[in-house]
């Protein structure tokens, strides 16, 4: 089902348990944004009001976790995702309903530490003193990369199969496959340092080939969020409250429509909600908001998955 006509090639997927895809080979096919959770603040992932599980990106046939919150592994499985097809994890920052799960899904990734692969993304302070991601796992992945403002990373490797050839040396042979190897598959930067508390928090872009997808990540709004993430064509806004609590460093309602309309994106998805927020009822917010600024927003569920199609509707 597509949203609307401006963005026909997304189709956005009610939450249907064991009914996700889970491409298991180098074929490349479409793109999707999955949902595990979208929870936000200790009150509402401690009753579990909303799953915390953080989201799973399939974007350029690389597979990617980006804040493995509580229950990540559990809906990862439900959802028939194979941590396994993980090529990288990313921590925003090390707050529990962003980490939480960081360390069992390295594990899962590389088979119980049996197969070394993958890239963890975090802040340097996620593994200093009081780490959240433990020793003894950091040997189980191929690399670690601190997040840094201004940075720019890239993930993974893709072998994009070509057509069978004949083999011109032996006609009578069978053909076999060509392919071409194109390394680091995935880029994404850090293009500003989020204010959240005492924390090294971050957001990113994603650049896939159809699009850039921004994701803010917690932060108090600031006027430098709307030129970091300009040009993006979905953006996720983690908008924790209805309205804005001094001493709390989490974009409101109110901050989110601005950042909306600053960066104006295709599409907008509120999503990591507090108490207030679901009181409110994140899918009026929404519906709300799309018909004042005339851009496409909506809120995210618990397992909503968003898919994009591979010939680049973003273009």
Known sequence: ????????????????????????????????????????????????????????????????????????????????????????????????????????????????????????????????????????????????????????????????????ESNIFSPSASPRESNITVPFALEFDVPVRNVHGSVQAYGMRFFSSEGTIGYIGDTRFFEGLIDAYKRVEILIVNAVVEHQMPGVDHICVKDAITLIKGVSPKLAILTHFGLSMINAQPDIIAEKIAKDIQINTIAAKDGMEIQIEKDGWLR
């Open 1 to 164: 089902m597509c949203y609307n006509s401006t963005i026909s090639r997304i189709g956005f997927i009610e939450p249907q348990t064991g009914t996700s895809p889970v491409p298991m080979d180098c074929s490349y096919p479409s793109s999707y944004i999955k949902f595990l959770g979208t929870a936000g603040t200790r009150f509402v992932v401690s009753k579990q009001i909303r799953a915390s599980g953080g989201i799973w990106l399939f974007l350029n046939g690389i597979h990617l976790h980006l804040d493995p919150g509580p229950g990540a592994l559990v809906k990862s499985i439900q959802s028939n995702l194979n941590p396994q097809d993980l090529s990288a994890i990313i921590l925003s920052h090390r707050h529990l309903d962003h980490s939480n799960d960081v360390n069992i899904m390295i594990e899962a990734m590389t088979n119980g530490g049996t197969n070394c692969k993958g890239t963890l993304f975090c802040p340097q302070d996620a593994l200093n003193n009081d780490p959240v991601v433990f020793e003894y796992i950091r040997n189980y992945v191929k690399t670690i990369e601190i997040l840094r403002e201004g940075a720019r990373y890239r993930i993974g490797e893709r072998v994009t199969p070509m057509a069978k």
